[in-house]
């Protein structure tokens, strides 16, 4: 297995960070994630737009221009031989003797790596997924998509415990969004309902895509936070990342949402989202 370190492209045995790397010792860095499907990058402009903005907002100069990420992240999967699942990259603040203040004259420490994964053709797609729903204990930047995860570690390890797959993060009795996805209900009048963007969420690009192919499709959108007793009470349910598109959620906290089945508009939307991403057997 190859991956990619401050340039070089090694195997993973050999890729060593410094034990003083701020990444290690503080979660000082921010990081992106982005798809692959029949060896094309999906929405690989606003990943780079978005890892721009994060490390804009922690104070972190980008080492590389959209270019140079796009051939990097395009020879890794090509080493790797993947042409579906999942690249990683995360770029920290480097390495320096530990010390709150920034260090002068250090170098951003990046890596990036890829998970080979059938997403297409997931099986999670046809059964649906189950989710419960735990407070949201992160901080108040969501909007950065910050290496610490901490907080969504402690929620998805609690679902997996209570046999579900994902967390829905709940603050004020709205939720967040998941632990590591957007989170979406359809109401009973066939109207997709997803919490609008601010420093409480993350602004997930598959979100973002999926926005602009319901309204294509003329499927109302209401942009408003939801309740957790709303997503009891809805006709559908679904989330949306970039490793997995678009996946029914057909449990909430051991409730069936409607007849724990996926719903008409979410398969309607996740066919749509594959269309886009150009999956062959859709295109
Ligand atoms: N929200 C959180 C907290 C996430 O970690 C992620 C993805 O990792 C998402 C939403 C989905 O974002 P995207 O569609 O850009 O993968």
């Given at each position: 297995r190859i991956v990619f370190l401050n340039g070089s492209f090694l195997p993973i045995e050999e890729a060593k960070v410094p034990f003083m790397d701020r990444g290690f010792m503080f979660g000082d860095g921010v990081y992106e994630g982005i798809g692959m499907l029949d060896g094309r990058l999906i929405d690989n402009e606003a990943h780079l737009e978005r890892l721009e903005r994060s490390l804009a907002e922690i104070r972190i100069?980008?080492?590389?221009t959209r270019a140079e990420w796009t051939s990097f992240q395009e020879e890794l999967a090509r080493r790797n031989g993947m042409t579906e699942g999942f690249i990683y990259f995360q770029v920290t603040r480097g390495v320096a003797e530990r010390d709150f203040f920034f260090p002068e004259d250090t170098k951003p420490t990046v890596a990036m790596f890829t998970q080979a994964k059938a997403i297409a053709a997931a099986p999670a797609a046809q059964t649906g997924i189950a989710v419960i729903t735990v407070p949201?204990?992160?901080?108040?930047?969501?909007?950065i998509k910050s290496i610490n995860l901490l907080a969504q570690v402690l929620a998805k390890q609690a679902a997996r415990e209570a046999g579900a797959q994902e967390a829905w993060l709940v603050e004020d009795g709205f939720v967040t969004e998941g632990g590591s996805s957007s989170a979406f209900i359809v109401t009973k009048g066939g109207s997709i309902v997803v919490r609008p963007l601010s420093n409480a969420i993350l602004p997930g690009i598959t979100r973002k895509s999926l926005l602009q192919l319901s309204k294509k499709a003329r499927i109302v959108l209401e942009e408003r936070r939801f309740t957790v007793e709303e997503a009891y009470d809805a006709a559908e349910a679904f989330l949306t990342s970039a490793s997995n598109f678009v996946l029914p959620v057909v449990s909430i906290d051991g409730r069936?949402?409607?007849?724990g089945k996926p719903g008409p508009i979410t398969k309607r939307l996740r066919e749509l989202y594959l269309a886009m991403a150009g999956a062959p057997a859709l295109a």
């Open positions: 100069t980008n080492p590389y949201d204990l992160r901080w108040q930047r969501r909007d069936a949402v409607a007849d």
